[in-house]
T-cell receptor, first 111, second 115 residues
Framework: EDQVTQSPEALRLQEGESSSLNCSYTVSGLRGLFWYRQDPGKGPEFLFTLYSAGEEKEKERLKATLTKKESFLHITAPKPEDSATYLCAVRSGGSNYKLTFGKGTLLTVNP | DTGVSQDPRHKITKRGQNVTFRCDPISEHNRLYWYRQTLGQGPEFLTYFQNEAQLEKSRLLSDRFSAERPKGSFSTLEIQRTEQGDSAMYLC?????????????FGQGTRLTVV
C-alpha cells in the first residue's frame, strides 16, 4: 500500500527566511509525485508533478525536487501570502490513477 | 469553463437525512475522482470514474455512499442516512486520460456538517 509522510507538521518562518518541506514516500512503481497548496476552506491547488528521480520544477518562490525516496519543496524568501498547507501526494502504477496524500505541512510566514 | 465546479459549497443536515452533492469536471476531462478530507488530514480517495464507468471504490465508501456519472459528464455523490462521522469536506477532481499521467485538478469542495 502506498504511503506518504510529510514533515514537519507545521513550520513558522519569518518573511524572507528560506526553508524546505519534506515528503517521504513508499510506492510500488511511482507514476507521479504531486505537490498541492491548500488554503483554509478551499480545495487543493495544483503546483507541480514530478515523475523521475533528479527531476526539478520551479514556480515563483517554490522549487520541487525528487529522489527515489523523497521529495522536497524549497521555499525561497517566502512572503506572508505563501502561508498555507502544502500537500504531497503519490500516484502508483497499480493505483488506477488515484492519489495517496500525506497529512500536509502547515506553513505560516510572518511579516 | 475554468475549473472543477462543486455544488453546494456548504451543507448542514440532520443525522439520518440523505444528502447529494454535484461535481462538474473540466469539460474535456474524462477522469473524475471523489475524495474526502477531515480536519488535519490529507484527502482520502473514495471513488474514480473514467467516462461513465465507475472503475474503483475505496473501502471507505460504505453501502450508504453511492456515486454516479451519467453520460460521462457531471457526477453526483449521495450519502444516505447520514451519521456525524460523515462530517467532512468532500472534494471532486478531474483529469484527462491518454495523456501522460495528467494532474488531478480539484474543485473547491463541499463542506458537510451532520448535526
Amino acid at each position: 500500500e502506498d504511503q506518504v509522510t510529510q514533515s514537519p507538521e507545521a513550520l513558522r518562518l519569518q518573511e524572507g527566511e528560506s526553508s524546505s518541506l519534506n515528503c517521504s514516500y513508499t510506492v510500488s512503481g511511482l507514476r507521479g509525485l504531486f505537490w498541492y497548496r491548500q488554503d483554509p476552506g478551499k480545495g487543493p491547488e495544483f503546483l507541480f508533478t514530478l515523475y523521475s528521480a533528479g527531476e526539478e520544477k520551479e514556480k515563483e518562490r517554490l522549487k520541487a525536487t525528487l529522489t527515489k525516496k523523497e521529495s522536497f519543496l524549497h521555499i525561497t524568501a517566502p512572503k506572508p501570502e505563501d502561508s498555507a498547507t502544502y500537500l504531497c501526494a503519490v500516484r502508483s502504477g497499480g493505483s488506477n490513477y488515484k492519489l495517496t496524500f500525506g497529512k500536509g505541512t502547515l506553513l505560516t510566514v510572518n511579516p | 469553463d475554468t475549473g472543477v465546479s462543486q455544488d453546494p459549497r456548504h451543507k448542514i443536515t440532520k443525522r439520518g437525512q440523505n444528502v447529494t452533492f454535484r461535481c462538474d469536471p473540466i469539460s474535456e476531462h474524462n477522469r473524475l475522482y471523489w475524495y474526502r478530507q477531515t480536519l488535519g488530514q490529507g484527502p482520502e480517495f473514495l471513488t474514480y470514474f473514467q467516462n461513465e464507468a465507475q472503475l474503483e471504490k475505496s473501502r471507505l465508501l460504505s453501502d450508504r455512499f453511492s456515486a454516479e456519472r451519467p453520460k460521462g459528464s457531471f457526477s453526483t455523490l449521495e450519502i444516505q442516512r447520514t451519521e456525524q462521522g460523515d462530517s467532512a469536506m468532500y472534494l471532486c477532481a478531474s483529469g484527462q486520460a491518454f495523456i501522460q499521467d495528467t494532474e488531478a485538478f480539484f474543485g473547491q469542495g463541499t463542506r458537510l456538517t451532520v448535526v
